[in-house]
């Protein structure tokens, strides 16, 4: 894509009324528009970053059987009522609204009862289990604090899994493969050292939660993690009896600010019960099913990687994550010989199929390198003079700063 025609624009000002790091560079770099205090749109360069996070999550989803399909944001109040989940005093996070043809109806905060009633369905023997559901889409929740930016919106993209089990023994051996599927996820999208399996809270059906938390000050829980066994524990369940039964050793533990990128729960019956979710088992017994969702942000992801590899100058993306895997600066005005030279890399890298964001713009050099540092893709490709004298360009590593000259031919081979 070519810099002169994206309509967004870079600003050197953070915006004064935005506190988290994540937005404040975000908004700077035009990737996301601030709508109101928890609330973004995603613009060019933010959707294209979105996108590939979620082409991740999506790959490793549908490694472990996962099956896509999208829920409606609108809720049916009377399937909600079924789980006492409606109510305001049970669940305080609602935006309810009504039809103008009367009734009540409030944006999805979270997807279980919908999709157990779909199951209903769908499943009736023990042989249409195991299933593996999951879906992109924007959640709602009046979040009373708004100031992590995108890790914490009114409105944002949540990847939620369901799975539905015959028994424990089918839900753990699932359970454990989403673990190292969410364990891929987070290596993959940049963030993979400093993100902990992390004991916490479980419900009725299981002692813990597993959350997926990573290691950052602008994180709004405190964990207790051990580096050697890469596992955590949140404040929450913190004491000597939960330690003792993880099998872990006090004074190993370093006390950490962290941010929940995603978390998996054993559902247990919860909702399968009061929805009539149930199976024939091989003897012809009628059971619940067992449930268990496993939840991602991707956008609160996107955020964890700017508070995580962002630096004084601006955004770091890590290839996988990345809009562009190029910046291609030209250092040239339109016509020159520079330019000329610029574009047929250009046209070359395009041919190849390379994701390439080309800074066309008739602007100074020392401009383009801040917008660039900003932007933050991978690496930058410079073509300046002596790129015309010498057929060589410097291509700088955006995270390492680390300068390399290279040919047109070893730059169409990387
Ligand atoms: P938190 O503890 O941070 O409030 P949660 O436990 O309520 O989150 P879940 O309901 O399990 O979160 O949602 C699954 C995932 O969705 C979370 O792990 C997180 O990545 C993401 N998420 C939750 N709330 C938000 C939010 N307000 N903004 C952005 N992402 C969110
Ligand atoms: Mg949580």
New binding site residues.
Partial sequence: MRQSQLFTKTRREAPADEVAKNAQLLVRAGYIHKEMA?VYSYLPLGLRTLNRIIQIIREEMDAIGGQELVMSALQDKELWSRTDRWDDAKVDNWFKTSFKSGGETGLG??HEEPLTRIMTDHVSSYRDLPVYAYQFQN?F?N?LRAKSG?????E???K?LYSFSKDDAQHDAFYAKAREAYLRVFARAGVGDKTYVTFASGGIFSEFSE??QTISDAG??TIYVDEEKRLAVNAEVYSGETLSKLGLDKEKLVEKKA?????T?NLGTRFSEPLGLTYTDETGAKKPVIMG?Y???P???MGIIVETLADEKGLVWPMEVAPFKYHLVSLGHEGDEISKLADALYDDLKKKGVDVLYDDRNARAGEKFADSDLLGMPYRIVVGKDSVATGSFEVVNRATGVVEKKSRAEILAM
């Fill in positions: 928890g905060i979270t959640k929740r979040e995108i890790m914490r919106g009114k944002f993209l949540m939620d959350e997926f709004e829980d941010i929940e990128a995603g978390n729960f969702c939840g991602i942000g956008t609160r992801l």
